[in-house]
């Protein structure tokens, strides 16, 4: 029997605890929004630059030679913190990202299992990029790394 990837499960549950951890204030979007509007978004599945990105990749291993019918799930899911303003403010914007970062991680390492859906969670690779054309902006790529079993 196949097991399908939990993917898109852990993104609707990551999309979920994010929201939670940054508030209301700020909108976190399943997989970048067309247009960047916001001062500061969080993305779920994206490295929140324009063009084809992979929101996520998985291995899966049958177990036991599949005589359990078990599948174990290696996973990642890209997501990114991004803060933006008309003005040259890199320390400002770069503060507002780690406090909104610090919350996300806090958030799920208080549920590594993203809410039942998988065994354990890490938010892993956090890379920062900072850019200045027409203001400022600050980028947090990180990645949710997971593994889960099905069956």
């Known amino acids: 029997m196949a097991a399908v990837s939990l993917l898109d499960d852990v993104i609707a549950a990551l999309v ?3 929201q939670g951890a940054v508030g209301t204030g700020v909108p976190v979007y399943d997989g970048l929004p067309p247009d960047l509007d916001d001062v500061s978004l969080v993305v779920v599945g994206d490295d929140g630059m324009a063009g ?3 929101a996520g990749s998985t291995v899966q291993t049958r177990t036991d030679y599949n005589l359990a019918g078990a599948t174990t799930e290696a996973a990642y899911v890209t997501c990114a913190v991004i803060c933006q303003t008309g003005d040259d ?3 400002g914007l770069r503060a507002t990202s780690r ?3 610090l919350a996300i991680e806090t958030a799920i390492r208080g549920d590594r ?3 039942g859906v998988v065994i354990r969670s ?3 690779d956090v890379t920062l990029y900072q850019i200045r054309e027409g203001g400022s902006a600050v980028r947090r790529v990180f990645t949710v790394h997971y593994d889960a079993r099905q069956g």
């Open 122 to 124: 890490n938010v892993d």
């Open 16 to 18: 979920s605890i994010c």
């Open 89 to 91: 403010d890199l320390p």
């Open 52 to 54: 084809e990105n992979p």
């Open 99 to 101: 406090a909104l970062m």
């Open 113 to 115: 299992t993203l809410g």
